[in-house]
């Protein structure tokens, strides 16, 4: 009962984060995990991403960096992605835009 009741709320929760990522807000913490809006823009013309291509045109989610790579999710796909940080330059979505 427990274990759905959690899984019921972590449910809830990814939905809320998808629609505000989507309405360009910043999402609600959840269990201390702060997302942020971030616009990525890579440094050369062709950049190895993971589960790619990189849109630098719309904000995406991340959670930070780890290690020497930074994941972001884009609410538009359904997987996320992954790029070395040497090869982005990473900043803060301006109200919910990179443009």
Same mark, same amino acid.
């Given at each position: 009962?427990?274990?759905?009741?959690?899984?019921?709320?972590?449910?809830?929760?990814?939905?809320?984060?998808?629609?505000?990522?989507?309405?360009?807000?910043?999402?609600?913490?959840?269990?201390?995990?702060?997302?942020?809006l971030?616009?990525?823009?890579?440094?050369?013309?062709?950049?190895?991403?993971?589960?790619?291509?990189?849109?630098?045109?719309?904000?995406?989610?991340?959670?930070?960096?780890?290690?020497?790579?930074?994941?972001?999710?884009d609410?538009?796909?359904?997987?996320?992605?992954s790029?070395?940080?040497? &090869?982005?330059?990473?900043?803060?979505?301006?109200?919910g &835009?990179?443009?």
């Amino acid at each position: 009962m427990f274990a759905l009741a959690g899984m019921s709320g972590a449910q809830r929760a990814s939905g809320d984060a998808w629609s505000a990522v989507r309405a360009g807000k910043k999402p609600s913490p959840y269990y201390g995990l702060q997302g942020s809006l971030v616009c990525v823009k890579p440094l050369a013309r062709q950049i190895s991403v993971f589960n790619g291509p990189l849109d630098g045109e719309r904000p995406l989610l991340t959670f930070g960096p780890s290690g020497d790579r930074v994941w972001l999710w884009d609410p538009r796909r359904t997987e996320s992605l992954s790029v070395r940080l040497e &090869d982005v330059i990473v900043t803060e979505a301006w109200q919910g &835009d990179c443009g």
